[in-house]
């Protein structure tokens, strides 16, 4: 953490805001980010760990910066603009593929990329919506209130991806766990690597049995497809399999809850879309664009000068592509804050964009549909059990989201 109490843009001279700020209401980005794509779109501020990268606050300067070769994921790069003590360094030895440059990243990504066709992800489908049914089942035998995050969300989303993989889902904190330390801005790189250690032992060891007795899950086609004629390493197969897990639980765990609240404060969208059914997808598609949970994930180096339409990033300087800037940017998308189902502009940045757009896309929308489609199937009045308390935040996390939320029906 730097102690610099005022740090200062070396061009203008002009004192830089401390980065990340805080969203001021759970369906916005933070009101800063109008400001700044309005008078200085490309503002440098100061980060936890005392970089000071660029932010990119406009919908044309996030996509083509995503998809510029010259801006690069390498997490080695000194200037990396990581947002947590220990991400940088926890990230240079583990080397999730997301944090890599082409041929790496390349090579991981093709791995990966069958595998997440939306044919594959919609055979899914059925699965997706059973665990909803079942969790809905327990939801009601209990009673209200509930906790949506931890008897729901984060349960779906966690077997989701570890029935993929073919993992064994009977300890979802765990995963939920390693997630809050490896994606905390206040976690030590000790306390990173401890964490993602843990995961990877699991991994290791699951591994070992699909190389002696291989399935049919997805975790048995990498290690006989890929490991076995070593094509790839044991340390990249288990990075690839830890940040695909962690990653996609994360996101998930977070829209769903999210967008849970967002119906069930806004009663004549949620009543449109139970009474037509086919508005759930256009409605996914807004909710991913409005809520823009993984805002603060494209981190990036320019790796010479950057020329962009509002601007330039130096050769050698960090640059944090806002997603939710980007998707509430009034140029490309009139009224941002609104979900809008008929809304003409499809091409949200929720996902990313470029070589590093998000893989489990397809995943993501289909689990969204079935939890969402099933909650309120079975739930049309869910609603806040505590509507005067203040939402419980996930504090310094890379993922927006709630820690918890109590809900009654």
């Known amino acids: 953490m730097s102690t610099d109490p005022e740090p200062r843009c070396p061009v203008t001279g002009a004192t830089l805001a401390d980065f990340p700020f805080t969203r001021e209401q759970p369906f916005a980005p933070p009101a800063a980010y109008r400001t700044m794509r309005e008078d200085d779109p490309l503002p440098q501020v100061r980060i936890p760990t005392g970089k000071t990268p660029h932010l990119l606050t406009r919908y044309a300067d996030v996509r083509a910066a995503l998809a510029d070769p010259a801006v690069s994921s ?21 080397r999730p593929f997301i944090r890599t440059d082409p041929p790496e990243h390349t090579k991981i990504r093709r791995m990966l990329v069958a595998e ?62 390693v997630t809050r330390v490896s994606g905390g801005r206040d976690s030590t790189a000790e306390e990173v690597n401890a964490a993602l250690g843990r995961l990877f032992g699991m991994l290791n060891a699951l591994v070992d049995e699909r190389i002696a007795k291989p399935g049919e899950d997805l975790m048995s086609a990498l290690v006989q497809r890929y490991l076995m004629p070593e094509l790839i390493t044991r340390q990249e197969l288990l990075s690839t399999i830890g940040i695909t897990i962690v990653a996609g639980r994360e996101t998930t765990t977070s829209m769903i809850t999210l967008g849970a609240l967002y119906l069930s404060r806004n009663p004549q969208l949620r009543d449109r879309v139970l ?26 180096v320019a790796r010479s000068n950057v020329g962009l339409p509002g601007g330039t990033v130096p050769e050698g300087e960090g640059i944090i592509a806002l997603l939710a800037a980007a998707n509430h940017d009034p140029a490309e998308f009139p009224d941002p804050e609104l979900v809008d189902p008929e809304r003409p502009q499809k091409h949200h940045l929720a996902f990313g964009h470029g070589i590093h757009q998000c893989l489990g896309q397809n995943l993501a929308r289909v689990e969204l549909h079935e939890a969402l489609a099933a909650l309120f199937a079975r739930m049309p009045h869910l609603r806040e059990a505590d509507p005067g308390a203040p939402l419980d935040v996930k504090p310094d996390s890379a993922t927006y989201g709630l820690e918890s939320l109590r809900v009654a029906w």
């Open 275 to 300: 009474a037509d059914p086919k508005l759930w997808a256009p409605v996914i598609e807004e909710l991913l664009r409005v809520l823009s949970v993984a805002d603060t994930i494209p981190l990036r």
């Open 116 to 177: 997440f066709t939306m044919r594959r992800t919609e055979a899914l489908r059925p699965r997706i919506r059973a665990t909803a049914e079942r969790r809905l089942d327990l939801m009601q035998q209990t009673g209200a209130p509930a906790d949506l995050v931890t008897d729901y969300a984060n349960v779906l989303s966690t077997t989701t991806v570890l029935e993929l993989f073919g993992a064994p889902a009977d300890d979802v904190e765990f995963f939920r766990d």
């Open 74 to 94: 390498d997490v080695r790069i000194p200037a990396f603009p990581a947002m947590g003590a220990g991400e940088q360094e926890a990230a240079a030895k583990a």
